[in-house]
């Protein structure tokens, strides 16, 4: 289970740090990736930080947005600052798992943050 916390109302060039952490049976985690889907939008992919520690970034949050994790405590963080208008969306996280040694790997999601910029 993935439990999503951190979104808000900020005002344009403000910042916000997300976070997501992963709870329950885990047994690996791969890669972490946090979506945004605005009103009306498709969802689109924000950032994707890997189990080595690479990270990508969409353009349009290069240089604003940073993505890390903590291995230890299975969470993923969005630091998200110069924030703009066009960033308002529900941010989603996601990640890749093992639940158990026996058990294969599967795509889990948490269930969505709301981010709001104003102008």
């Known amino acids: 289970q993935l439990q999503a916390s951190g979104g808000g109302l900020v005002q344009t060039g403000g910042s916000l740090r997300l976070s997501c952490a992963a709870s329950?049976?885990?047994?690996?985690?791969?890669?972490w990736d946090w979506y945004r889907q605005a009103l009306g939008k498709q969802r689109e992919l924000v950032a994707r930080?890997?189990?080595?520690?690479?990270?990508n970034y969409a353009d349009s949050v290069k240089g604003r947005f940073t993505i890390s994790r903590d291995n230890a405590k299975n969470t993923v963080y969005l630091q998200m600052s110069s924030l703009k208008p066009e960033d308002t969306a529900v941010y989603y996280c996601?990640?890749?798992?093992?639940?158990?040694?026996?058990?294969?790997?599967?795509?889990?999601w948490g269930q969505g943050t709301q981010v709001t910029v104003s102008s």
């Open positions: 930080i890997t189990s080595g520690g690479s990270t």
């Open positions: 996601k990640t890749n798992a093992r639940p158990s040694p026996w058990r294969g790997w599967d795509d889990y």
């Open positions: 329950g049976s885990i047994f690996r985690i791969n890669a």
